[in-house]
């Protein structure tokens, strides 16, 4: 009889960590928590265990393999470290380019702004926030393509 060991290496653990925008906007608000969970479950499929984390200003989000920073939740994506995946999503331009990728809905009036210290330099203060929440097949992929090509 011939026995054989077998080892099983269990598949790297791969987190990531979806960092909310602003509770002013999202709490009660079922197209937010609709994003969040389509957001969730596409990371699931790309092999992460997600967490959400609130973004609170001043605040650094628990290290992870990647952090998807949603509207004023890409503030915290300068905190990442070195090796993380960033991706913002719902986010508007700053002068000089944003130093992550960003994966906005095309007609987000929200994220159609310019920013430069702070401050809109270019778009109107947009209150509609129609496509904001909204994660369309093209962004899906978009971010399918970051996340494989790995840190951001």
């Known amino acids: 009889m011939i ?32 994003l969040y969970a ?16 609130a973004g609170a200003p001043q605040t650094v989000p628990p290290a992870a393999d990647c952090w998807v920073g949603h509207s004023r939740g890409a503030d915290r994506l300068q905190f990442a470290p070195p090796d993380t995946i960033v991706i913002g999503i719902g986010v508007p331009q700053v002068v000089g380019g944003n130093p992550f990728p960003v994966v906005n809905h095309p ?14 330099v270019a778009g109107a203060d947009a209150a509609d926030d129609t496509y904001h929440y909204v994660l369309t097949k093209d962004m899906k992929r978009a971010i399918t393509e970051i996340v ?4 951001s």
């Open 3 to 34: 026995l054989y060991k077998i080892s099983l290496h269990p598949m790297p653990h791969r987190t990531a960590i979806i960092i909310t925008g602003n509770p002013a906007l999202i709490t009660n608000n079922s197209r937010a928590e609709i």
């Open 38 to 53: 389509e957001l969730a479950a596409l990371l699931e499929a790309l092999g992460f265990t997600v967490t959400l984390d």
């Open 107 to 120: 007609q987000d009036a929200m994220a159609q702004r310019t920013y430069h210290a702070g401050s809109v």
């Open 148 to 151: 494989k090509r790995g840190r």
